[in-house]
T-cell receptor
Framework: AQSVTQLDSQVPVFEEAPVELRCNYS??????LFWYVQYPNQGLQLLLK??????LVKSINGFEAEFNKSQTSFHLRKPSVHISDTAEYFC??????????????FGAGTRLAVHP | SQTIHQWPATLVQPVGSPLSLECTVE??????LYWYRQAAGRGLQLLFY??????ISSEVPQNLSASRPQDRQFILSSKKLLLSDSGFYLC??????????FGQGTRLTVV
């Protein structure tokens, strides 16, 4: 069964500094991987996704994530963060198999706090 | 375009009272539907998912149940709420090979 581990519950960082939010998954088959962002008291919004093809995926607001099959990781990075990036970030996985696809499992989340 | 509606936005209920949260999706057919709970300071816990009408999978034994009486309607219920049922409940839908789209959530406080 698939599972997701987000290694950092909180990441404080100064504005304009780089950041990496770590995500590792566990699955014995091919996977789909996602990063979502949540602002206070709101639902989740998709940030970026890996379904197949290029292992480096990018969002429109400067985030990127790289799928590393050998390390079973999908870390999220941004070279320069803004105050507005302060939010909770969730990594999620579902399996590519027809039966495993239906379950979408999330990690515990990482709270990114950007300070001026 | 597809939209997802979830209501109410906030709810305060006494211990032992029943619960019914509703989620509906527009603009798509035969979606996968999900209920998640987010407790304070914790991640998203998958409660139920459904791949079709009356086809519900339960992920965690608990005081809650789910039903899908129509293709685009997903209901989360409880007969008697517990204090531990408090949290932020999120409904989501998903098509084949795509990401999930979330509702705005319901903040449930059991008092």
């Amino acid at each position: 069964a698939q599972s997701v581990t987000q290694l950092d519950s909180q990441v404080p960082v100064f504005e304009e500094a780089p950041v990496e939010l770590r995500c590792n998954y566990s699955s014995s088959v091919s996977v789909y991987l996602f990063w979502y962002v949540q602002y206070p008291n709101q639902g989740l919004q998709l940030l970026l996704k890996y379904l197949s093809g290029s292992t480096l995926v990018k969002s429109i607001n400067g985030f990127e994530a790289e799928f590393n099959k050998s390390q079973t990781s999908f870390h999220l990075r941004k070279p320069s963060v803004h105050i507005s990036d302060t939010a909770e970030y969730f990594c999620a996985v579902s399996e590519g198999s027809p039966g495993g696809y239906n379950k979408l499992i999330f990690g515990a989340g990482t709270r990114l706090a950007v300070h001026p | 375009s597809q939209t997802i509606h979830q209501w109410p936005a906030t709810l305060v209920q006494p211990v032992g009272s029943p619960l019914s949260l509703e989620c509906t999706v527009e603009g798509t057919s035969n979606p996968n539907l999900y209920w998640y709970r987010q407790a304070a300071g914790r991640g998203l816990q998958l409660l139920f998912y459904s791949i079709g009408i009356d086809q519900i999978s339960s992920e965690v034994p608990q005081n809650l149940s789910a039903s899908r009486p129509q293709d685009r309607q997903f209901i989360l219920s409880s007969k008697k709420l517990l204090l531990s049922d408090s949290g932020f409940y999120l409904c989501a839908w998903r098509g084949p090979g795509t990401e999930a789209f979330f509702g705005q959530g319901t903040r449930l406080t059991v008092v």
